[in-house]
């Protein structure tokens, strides 16, 4: 079972507010700020090479992110601010294998460009560290890259596509979102 808690930060949304509304644009709007916990219950694991070795894992995240408006035209919106993540791991009965905690502290830079009817685009690089602070080295030092152009089909509807370059804990991801 999954379960997640969402709320934004007060400052950040009078903040972000107050210069939204400062430019005459077309630009979306939407506030972007968050602070997310989710647990997301125990699992079942199996380890491939030993099947008879079962266990579980629960897994809990912390996410905080606050990105404010640095500047606004009639079809560009640019962004920055702070990223943090927490993502902690707690195996029962599987040998060899304790609990983990990995974080993520970063600076997430962003754009997005509204110019075209029923047409948007995003981008974004988060340069920052991603490690599990038992052996942090230079490798963990990473910039991960994220697009996405949504299309809206309706008044209600939405249509999205992206793709991430994301190395944050391991080898280069680059999927479709």
């Not at 090479?49 to 992110?65: C, N, R, W, Y």
């Not at 919106?77 to 702070?82: D, L, M, V």
């Not at 809206?152 to 804990?169: E, N, P, Q």
């Amino acid at each position: 079972m999954r379960h997640s808690i969402i709320a934004c930060p007060a400052g950040v949304l009078v903040l972000a507010g107050s210069l939204i509304q400062a430019a005459d644009v077309s630009a979306p709007e939407d506030v972007a700020s968050h602070v997310l916990y989710t647990h997301a219950g125990q699992s079942d694991v199996t380890d491939p090479d030993f099947p008879d070795q079962k266990g579980t894992v629960a897994i809990h995240e912390l996410s905080v992110m606050a990105p404010c408006p640095l500047g606004r035209s009639e079809t560009w919106q640019w962004f920055a601010g702070p990223f943090f993540e927490r993502h902690q791991f707690e195996f029962e009965n599987i040998a060899g294998v304790g609990d983990t905690t990995l974080y993520s502290a970063a600076l997430l830079l962003g754009t997005v460009y509204a110019g075209l009817e029923s047409w948007e685009f995003a981008a974004s690089a988060a340069p920052g560290l991603y490690t599990d602070f038992h052996k942090t080295t230079g490798d963990d030092f990473k910039t991960l890259v994220y697009g996405a152009a949504t299309r809206r089909l309706s008044s209600t509807v939405w249509l999205t596509a992206g793709a991430a370059y994301d190395t944050a804990f391991g080898d280069p991801a680059g999927e479709g979102v």
